[in-house]
């Protein structure tokens, strides 16, 4: 699997692809993931995703969106999916006002899509202009098809990194596992903290973890594990 950080790097051909943040990349991701990578491969075809960093509602908005995983997390776990390209694009402002079609456009010419895969509620461009009847009408004038993936939900409903975020900010460990599919770790560097639970015979490991995390960014468990 190759990781890149932006469009310029990349060249490709006859691309499948997909677009989202995917951060966690959980169980409803996977579902599209599975599709791309499966008939992509069928056909041939490189099987890309392309996501953003940081996330674009912390751009537009302001919003304080600590994620469950870093850029290089994230395609850690995509590669063990199938994945053959993974790029992070940095999202700004400037890239908010570009229209469905410049972007698509841009896709198309560096990548060659041939077919994008998107979830039913997925929006791209100026205004979130580019949905699915969009992107379809695009891809009938630049040559792409798009299918759209139904979400996948589970007894508390549609399953969504808004919620396994909830989850691990609260400490709810267990939840956010059956919602991702596998279970929650963080990694980083162990530094020294305090020495507290060394005192009371229940030594931990203090990681210095990115800011960005739901969890403290210096989050302390017991000494040898890397989560529950």
Known sequence: MR??????????????????????????????????????????????????????????SGQNIKCLTTPDERADLLASLGVDIVITQ???????????????????????????????DFAL???????????????KELDYEVEVIHALGDESGVISSTEIRKLVATGNVTEAAKLLGYNYTISGEVIH????????????????????????PMASMPAGHTGE
């Open 193 to 216: 903290g305090a020495e507290r639970g060394r005192q009371i015979g229940f030594p931990t490991a203090n990681v210095d973890y990115p800011k960005q995390n739901p969890r403290h």
């Open 125 to 139: 461009g100026k205004g979130r202009e580019g949905n699915a009847n969009r992107l379809a009408e695009i891809g």
């Open 90 to 120: 940095r999202f700004t402002r400037d890239l908010s006002t570009a229209t469905a079609f410049e972007y698509m456009s841009q896709l198309k010419q560096t990548l060659g899509l041939k077919r994008l895969l998107i979830g039913y």
């Open 3 to 60: 990781h890149y950080h932006s469009l310029e790097e990349v060249s490709a051909t006859n691309a499948w692809l997909t677009i989202g943040v995917f951060d966690g990349v959980h169980r409803g991701h996977r579902e599209i993931i599975r599709k791309l990578t499966t008939d992509a491969h069928a056909h041939n075809a490189p099987a890309i995703l392309l996501t953003f960093e940081p996330h674009p509602a912390s751009v537009l």
